[in-house]
Structures are given as C-alpha cells and as structure tokens.
C-alpha cells in the first residue's frame, strides 16, 4: 500500500501542476464570439449601442493574453473597455482554463465633409504566446442634418444630399409650409415626434432610391425592426393642404395621425402611393379629418385604419392587410369606421362621409372575424359606402352600402412567410381580384406603373 500510495500523490500533484500552469505554446486555442463587429449606419456624433464580443481560452490550462488592444488606439472612432476596465489597451490577462472575458465596443462617427455614406474600420489585437489574432470592427457611418426640439418657420426645403436625424421633436408651424423632396431619409429617435400645425409636402418618386422614407434612427439589429420605435407625424386641426405622395413610414407608434375638423377645405391630407408598415398602434388613424388616399398599402399594424369622431373619408386602391408574427398580434380590424367619439362618460357625434373603391381588406393569423367594422351613434349625417372591394368579414357591417363586393375572397398575395417577415403583396396571376375593379381616375399603381384602360386590379397594385 505504501508503494503504491506515493505514485498516486505524485501523478495527482502533476496534474495539478500542470493544470495551474500556463499553456505558452503557440497553438493553444482561443477563440472568439465573433470575428467581425459590424455596425450598421451609425450617425455622426450620436454613437451607438455598445456591443460585446467574448475571447474564450479553450485550453485545459491556464492562458496569459500578452496584449489586448484596440489597433487605433485612442484616436480610433471605437472605443473599448476589457473586462471591466476601459481601453484601448490591456496587458498581461489571465484566463483560467475553459474561462472567457467580455471586450465592449462602442463607435462614435464625428463630423465629416463627406455627403456620402462612408466605411469606418478597425480591428482588437489579441496577443498570446508571441501570436496575434483579430476581431475586425467595421460601422457605416453617415453626415446627417440634426434637429433637436426644432420648430420649422416660413418655407423650408429639404434635399437628399444628408439624412435629417429628429431629436426631441419637430414642429411645423402654423404659417409654415415644409417641403421634402424625392430620395430623401427622415430618422426619428424614440422621442421625436414629427407636429404638422403647417403644411407639410412630401414629393417622392416611385423608384426606390426616390421614395421618401420616415423611420427610427434604430438601425442595429434587432431594434431596427421593433414597432413603436418613434411615435409618428401628427397632422393637427389648423394643418391644411399636406399631401405624402411616394413616402413610406415604417416601425412607428402611430405612423399618421390626422385631426380635425380641417380649418381648410377637403381633403387635409392627400396620400398617393405610401407605405405604411409595422406600426404598434395606428397605421392611419383620423379623427373627425378628412383625409383621401390612393394607391396606398398599409400592412401589419395594431390596427391598421381606424377612423372615428366623423369627417371626410376616400380610399381609392388601397390595401389594408395584417398578418399575426413576433412583433405584432393581429387582434383588431384592419378597418374601423364610426361617426362618434367618448369623452368620459360622453359620446360625441359628428357628420361622416366615407367612401372605399377597388380596395382590399384582409387579416390573417388572427382572431379577426370582421375585418371591416363600421359603428354608428346619433343621429348626424352618415354616409360609408364600400364599391368592388374584397373583404373579410363573417357578416356584413351595418349602416352602409355596397355594390359589386367580394367576400372573404384569399387574395392570393404573391409571398407571405410570417416566421421570415417576407410580404409581398402584389396579386398572383391566379387572384380572384384581377380586373374586378371600377374604372377610376387613378391611372397608376404603387409601383407607379399603369394601370388598365379597362377593369383595374383590386388593391394598391395591378397585376402586369
């Protein structure tokens, strides 16, 4: 037993030293979470989220990191901290085997001449046992306009040449008329509300890089796609004469937001070929407004047209559609109409004039069984009327006319895939909604291309 007992203790006591020894071979295993940290458009001087990136010494042995650094050091547009302590250099770290330390960074683009994108790279050294790895940092970074609680006075003009970043808010003043031209990028922060008491003109073309788009200013993942990220333009009761013409708001709380009663004439707003997506809350919602739109495609908000209070009401060609996914459950119409408002314990009524031509409304994925819900209190004037649309809808609404409706018709939208967030809703050849529209005054679709002199498609685009 004696014999055999001072083997044991002296194999144990090599393995133990062994195991506290550090690995100082060349080919010992470190690995990383990540080789590339890439940043997507970062706006000058606003920085970004910080992100994380792990080194993991893979050996059974204890690992010295010679060096851990940021290659730019201090002047670079990144900024580190390593484990715990801020960079842009750490030396002599252990690792103990199988164990892991966090390396943080952050980027911050500062001002620039240039008026287009541009690339900012660089790179974390990690030096051990006389060999160097690294992890390659690379953000697109952008010169951008910054507006921070701004209020627009007389007649302004925005271009494409720099993106517009709104902080805090911007308003438009009563006696002011903003004008947005085609290609131009809006990016709102959680905060910043776009207030029209003016007049606000969005002019954009029908090609993509034309369009003019509102959005947040969140663009990493997985925020860039989160509903509610800004909370929307507002039309208020003294704005007139605003018209969105090829705009596409994406991600807001409530993408477009117009009350009234209108101080000027119909429509308040005037809406041709937009895009409104991902909203939490509203698409569009009216309040008492007038508003009119054509060619418009609002998809998978809360609540995609909600229109109350009365008012003034025409949808030409538009596609209201809602899917339930991860982001947004489908658990109201994608259209609801009433002439009425509470206040308290008060219902409030109003005049309502509404009027829906060649238009889709359809919902899936949810516990929807009308699609269309239209409400009626009092007695003031009514009027909802609904021509050539295709609904879904277990019975038909009360309180409106209809003539050459479809029910319950699959549109047969060209792709859905809910789990990839892919929607496209152009028709398939097969579409029980081709040619079944009435001949309108609306010559082009969403895209911008023609659409028939004879019977149009339904919804906002026409089957080519």
């Known amino acids: 037993m004696y014999k055999l007992f001072i083997p044991l203790v002296v194999a144990l006591t090599l393995l133990s030293c062994r195991k506290d020894n550090f690995n100082t071979s060349k080919d010992a ?60 250099q750490q030396q ?64 302004v003009v925005w271009d494409n ?6 902080l805090g808010g911007l308003r438009v003043d009563t006696t002011a008329h903003l004008t947005i031209q085609q290609g131009c990028r809006i990016y709102s922060h959680a905060d910043a509300p776009l207030l029209v008491d003016g007049t606000l ?19 990493d993942d997985p925020y860039r796609d989160f509903p509610g990220s800004w909370p929307g333009i507002y039309f208020r009761q003294s704005s007139t004469n605003n018209k969105l013409q090829y705009t596409t708001i994406r991600n807001a709380y409530q993408a477009v937001v117009v009350v009234g009663p209108p101080a000027g004439g ?34 998978n908000c809360g609540k ?10 025409q949808f030409l060609h538009c596609t209201a559609a809602s899917y339930s996914n991860e982001l947004i459950a489908h658990t ?24 829906f031509i060649n238009c889709i409304f359809w919902g899936n994925n949810g516990n929807v069984d009308n699609e269309v819900q239209v409400s009626r209190q009092g007695t003031t004037a009514f009027h909802v009327g609904f021509s050539n649309c295709d609904w ?19 549109p047969m939208f060209d792709s859905v895939n809910n789990t990839r967030r892919i929607y496209n809703f152009h028709l398939k050849a097969e579409s029980p909604l081709i040619d079944k529209g009435l001949g309108t005054a609306v010559s082009l679709d969403l895209d911008g291309n023609s659409r028939p002199v004879g019977l149009p498609d339904l919804g906002c685009y026409e089957r080519h």
């Open 201 to 219: 003109e969005v002019s954009g073309g029908k090609d993509t890089v034309n369009r003019v788009v509102f959005q947040s200013d969140r663009l």
């Open 266 to 299: 119909f429509p308040q707003l005037s809406m041709e070929e937009c895009i409104i997506d991902n909203s939490y809350d509203a698409g569009i919602a009216g309040t008492g407004a007038s508003i009119q739109a054509s060619n418009c495609l609002i998809s």
């Open 304 to 313: 995609n047209i909600v229109l109350d209070d009365g008012g003034s009401y």
């Open 161 to 166: 040449a720099l993106p517009y970043v709104i």
């Open 392 to 410: 879904k809808v277990k019975s038909t609404p009360g309180d409106v006319t209809v003539a050459n409706m479809i029910a319950n018709a699959d």
């Open 92 to 155: 002599n770290l252990e690792l103990e085997a199988g164990d892991s330390l966090y390396v943080f960074v952050a980027v911050t683009i500062k001002p620039g001449a240039a008026n287009l994108p541009f690339v900012v790279d660089d790179s974390i050294q990690v030096s051990f046992n006389g060999v160097s790895r690294y992890i390659q940092l690379q953000a697109w970074g952008q010169n951008a306009h910054f507006l921070r609680n701004a209020v627009i006075g007389g007649n």
């Open 29 to 88: 295993i470190v690995q990383f979470s990540a080789d590339t940290l890439f940043f997507d458009t970062v706006f000058v001087s606003t920085g970004s989220v910080t992100q994380a990136v792990k080194i993991i010494n893979g050996n059974d042995q204890k690992l010295r990191l010679s060096d851990v650094k940021l290659m730019g050091g201090s002047g670079s547009y990144f900024a580190i901290n390593i484990d715990g302590s801020a960079g842009p």
């Open 332 to 355: 109201q119409p994608v259209l609801s109409v009433s002439n009425y408002i509470l206040q308290g314990s008060a219902t409030l009524t109003n005049d309502l004039t509404a009027d």
